[in-house]
């Protein structure tokens, strides 16, 4: 079987595989696989080689096998074998590990040097000047030792009131992405007709921005926190090519793919160009009279175009029929590889920096970025009701009996799907599914009291909704839907 994966992941070009069925899916996955990824190069998709009978076994105690590295056999040695769902469970298992050391190594040192020392890594930063207060609070803790940033993390938002337990640090990621993603920002570049974003090579941005910007992420993965980041799956390659190795551990599936860069890599970020170089690949004429193309690459830089050589004498040297595959290679590494490299480093160790754990080891790209990003599927509200729990109503069977509570999953039904999103954000602190989907995502709808001219009450720490007891439907929905719009933080704008 190692064997066959490895041949597969040599296949011809990939695509999405948007099939799904329910009679293959694990109990523990729920439906979190309906948004299933054919990575490039890929014959068969990477969820073909799930076994989810082994989200039935001790899946912790193989991974600590596979990681004491005593030669028994563990199926963490063929990683492929496991699903999402399992890959997911070692990874809060490895990260928990790492938060509970650090937790008792701070309590021990506040008993032995006599002084308080917090078991979290506390960031506290003021709204209005988010990054640059979340960046130095990591700096600050990165210098005092690297291994700081592994402790639990908790935000405080200066001037506010509220304990986080949860739902701050959803608020922070979101709100921090929001920003150092802004394409006015100046830290990536978009594509329009991809809508993904890529480190910008001519940025002015210091390295530090780019070191934040892989500790974020690092911190998303460790904390298990989603993350809309437009990156493609390319970014998450390169991470993993570039990944320290765990400790020596070895396995016969756990070998990273070699990192190549290849027209769909392209294409999903830059579709127009990489179309632009499959024709020219695909050309049955004289390409050098009807191209007139050299070996130079053609930078578009603040509004001039600035031509760089892909190789030695590039200027002089014509594409032919002969030479054109060479060419199109050279020209991929460099938009991809070469002309980001000082902008990539810096994430790439900022990324590293808190996600270093053994159990990255056992994913794959697009894996990694299902992981970061969750899934952005269509809600499915039903999914999302059927799982959710009640409290405080005092009847039986609130979803189907109690009117405020119909009245608000029939709202969150006949929302559009932008809107949808808005509410699923105030609600949890995110819009998007988690990896293991919908039915992993457990809304708590609680009473809070009787009829009453007062807004909803949204505690994202625990992905719970407060409603009180309004007196028709026309109340719940504008009141929740002002909610929605107009609040930040703790209370309104």
């Known amino acids: 079987m190692a064997l066959l994966y490895t041949a597969n992941n040599t296949g011809g070009p990939g695509r999405l595989d948007l099939t799904f ?3 293959n899916v694990s109990p523990r996955e729920g439906w979190g696989d309906r948004h299933k990824i054919r990575n490039q190069g890929q014959i068969l998709p990477t969820h ?42 070692i990874m809060e298992h490895d990260a928990r590990r790492q938060m509970e050391i650090k937790a008792r190594e701070a309590f021990f040192n506040s008993i032995i040097n006599s002084r308080a020392v917090s078991q979290y ?23 005092a030792g690297q291994e700081e940033i592994k402790k639990g993390l908790r935000i405080e938002f200066l001037g506010e009131e509220g304990v986080d337990g949860g739902g701050l640090r959803k608020e922070w990621f979101l709100l921090l992405v929001r920003d150092v993603f802004d394409p006015n920002h100046g830290l990536f570049v978009y594509d329009e007709d991809s809508q993904y974003c890529y480190f910008n090579p001519h940025c002015f941005e210091t390295s530090d921005q780019f070191y934040l910007v892989g500790v974020l992420l690092g911190l998303a993965i460790y904390n298990s926190t989603i993350l809309d980041v437009p990156l493609p799956t390319l970014t998450f390659k390169k991470l993993l090519a570039s990944a320290p190795v765990p400790n020596g551990i070895t396995g016969s599936g756990s070998a990273r793919p070699p990192l190549t860069y290849t027209l769909d890599d392209l294409h999903q970020y830059m579709p127009a160009m990489a179309n632009g170089f499959r024709r020219l690949l695909e050309y049955e004429g004289d390409v050098e009279q009807t191209f007139c193309l050299d070996f130079v690459a053609s930078v578009e830089r603040y509004g001039q175009i600035t031509r760089v050589p892909l190789c030695q004498d590039g200027e002089n040297r014509a594409v032919t029929a002969a030479n054109r595959r060479e060419f199109v290679d050279l020209y991929i590494r460099y938009l991809l590889d070469t002309s ?29 970025e299902l992981l970061i990003r969750g899934s952005d599927e269509p809600l499915d509200i039903s999914s999302l009701r059927a799982v959710a729990v009640y409290e405080n109503w005092r009847v039986t069977d609130p979803g189907e009996h109690e009117p405020v509570v119909v009245w608000f999953w029939d709202f969150f039904g006949r929302l559009n799907a932008k809107d949808q999103r808005k509410m699923l954000s105030f609600i949890t602190g995110s819009d998007r599914i988690p990896a293991m989907g919908a039915t992993s995502l457990i809304i708590k709808v609680s009473c809070i009291g009787g009829d009453i001219d007062r807004f909803p009450v949204a505690r994202t720490c625990f992905n719970s909704l407060g409603l009180w007891r309004y007196r028709d439907r026309e109340q719940l929905e504008t009141k929740l839907w002002r909610a929605i719009v107009e609040s930040e933080g703790f209370g309104l704008k």
Do not use: M
């Open 21 to 23: 069925n329910a009679d």
């Open 48 to 89: 073909a080689f799930y076994n989810t009978l082994l989200d039935y076994a001790d899946l912790i105690s193989d991974f600590e096998t596979w990681e004491s590295r005593r030669g028994d056999f563990c199926f963490c040695q063929y990683p492929f074998f496991l699903s999402i769902w399992a890959k997911i469970h």
């Open 121 to 143: 890594l506390v960031l506290r930063v003021r709204r209005d000047c988010l990054v640059e207060d979340s960046l130095r609070g990591v700096s600050e803790v990165v210098g």
């Open 340 to 368: 980001v490299a000082r902008q990539f480093e810096p994430f790439k160790r900022g990324f590293f920096t808190v996600c270093g754990g053994n159990a990255l080891a056992l994913f794959r790209p697009e894996e990694i």
